[in-house]
């Protein structure tokens, strides 16, 4: 029984926030149905997207729809608000909160009151303050993102295929991928699989013609799987002739030219940025405890240091990591952590109202896996390497068995299926990007979107 009526609010439908809120769900069914708790979720999605999965997802081998989970149906017990939370005082225990009728309302935006706060907004981008990057750089960080360049990898090729311009042409098939983590080495190893497969339906592009360019900082690529499968798959991207440029970075990339620091320039229609996270902007807005890097600075318990009834996890929050060797070190922002620590801050919340010992987090970490393209992978789990095949076929064995709900995993094992039996879809849906211009045309308005107006050169 929980000691007294508790206002729980979870900011964050990603990682975390649906796990934690499921397991809160779960854990105090009871309380739930007699009113002693209440739950509120603040998110600005109405789905938890399952981010290993929107490379596949922009290769075409899932549909987007099942890389996303409803939250609505997942927390059937809770009050799911679609919004933003803009601020938080948790001296007061207030969030400020807007959501999609705040504009309509003209009022300003609404408060909600709590006793427990869960923040879990996750990451953003980081980006640099390079010259044309924000004009013309494309994330992947979200399941729009990955359509969009999907969309945006085809058309391309359909711009090349029908131009005369060598330079329009050139500028149409170079695609520049700026970090060599998990994201940029995915989104890059399967768009390239993806578009060498469709450039068989081209009769004028063949895959020699394109040019892919994976540029990283540092001097290694895929650091999580370790240094000799980091080298492996520097030697496996450019025997598929794609340039992996280490130790370079990007200097600027108006005007549609990529500039690097060794001198390269490379005039480019698609310039993607995966070069890593920083936390959510939200976290700068809070009368919260923070580290020099911004993140929330928690407890091993997952509360935040030094406050109470206030809890994190996630990309946003620096948790130490209590069976690292050398103290002081925090877990790393992944969804590996990140779906165990929403299971035991969701049991640690219970144990809070019910005034029971808090448990603390622990996970040995258990390795890694990366998809290079269709049947192509590296993996490191337990200390063991894989590479190839085995690595990928590991790499969709885990995965699907941490996408959440059964509907979800069933959906994903049968469209994996269905593409061993099946060609490819190389179709490219550029109208969902703007529905009602073919309308407004017709209508006699001007199209609110041309091919001009577009940094990233998307119709």
Not at 334 to 357: S, T, Y
Request: charged share 25%; hydrophobic share 40%.
């Amino acid at each position: 029984m929980v000691k007294e009526r508790a206002r729980i609010l979870v900011v964050g439908g990603g990682y975390v926030g649906m796990y934690t809120a499921l397991r809160l769900q779960r854990r105090l069914k009871r309380e739930l149905s007699r009113g002693d708790v209440d739950i509120t979720v603040v998110t600005p999605d109405p789905y938890m997207t399952y981010q290993p999965f929107l490379p596949e997802a922009a290769a075409g081998s899932i549909s987007p729809r099942h890389v996303v989970v409803p939250l609505r149906r997942v927390l059937d017990r809770c009050h799911v608000v679609i919004g933003e939370v803009t601020a938080v005082e948790h001296a007061k225990r207030t969030a400020e909160v807007a959501t999609l009728a705040t504009a309509e309302e003209r009022e300003g935006a609404t408060f909600l009151e709590y006793d427990e706060l869960v923040l879990a907004p996750g990451s953003v981008a980081r980006t640099l303050p390079i010259p044309g990057l924000a004009e013309h750089g494309i994330g992947f960080k979200t399941v729009e993102e990955a359509i969009g360049l999907r969309n945006h990898v085809i058309e391309q090729m359909d711009i090349a295929s029908s131009t005369r311009d060598p330079a329009i042409r050139d500028a149409a098939l170079t695609f520049v991928f700026v970090g060599g983590g998990y994201a940029g080495v995915e989104a890059l190893g399967e768009l390239e699989d993806m578009a060498r497969y469709a450039a068989r339906y081209y009769h004028n592009v063949q895959p020699e013609d394109m040019k892919w360019i994976l540029v990283e900082a540092t001097d290694r690529i895929l650091p999580e799987v370790g240094p000799e499968l980091g080298r492996y798959t520097v030697t496996e991207l450019r025997r598929r002739n794609i340039q992996v440029l280490l130790e370079t970075r990007l200097e600027s990339c108006a005007d549609r030219v990529a500039v690097l620091s060794d001198g390269q320039r490379f005039p480019t229609r698609t310039l993607v940025w995966t070069a890593g996270v920083k936390p959510h902007p939200l976290v700068a807005a809070t009368d919260l405890p923070r580290t020099p890097r911004g993140r929330l600075k928690c407890t091993a318990e997952l509360t935040i240091d030094g406050v109470d009834h206030a809890w994190a996890a996630g990309d946003a929050a620096a948790v130490p990591d209590v069976t690292a060797a050398e103290p002081g070190t925090d877990t790393a922002p992944n969804a590996q952590h990140a779906v165990r620590q929403a299971r035991v801050l969701g049991d640690n919340i219970v144990h809070a109202l019910r005034g029971e010992p808090l448990d603390t987090y622990a996970h040995t970490y258990a390795g890694s896996a990366a998809s290079l393209g269709f049947h192509k992978g590296v993996a490191q789990v337990y200390g063991r390497r894989l590479k190839g095949y085995p690595a990928w076929f590991m790499h969709r064995v885990y995965h699907l068995s941490r996408v959440p709900t059964v509907n979800r995993k069933t959906r994903v094992l049968a469209e994996w299926t269905l593409s061993g039996l099946f060609k490819r879809e190389i179709v490219s849906l550029g109208s969902l990007e703007h529905p009602r211009a073919e309308f407004e045309l017709a209508a006699g308005g001007k199209p609110p979107h041309s091919p001009s107006d577009d940094s990233n050169g998307s119709s």
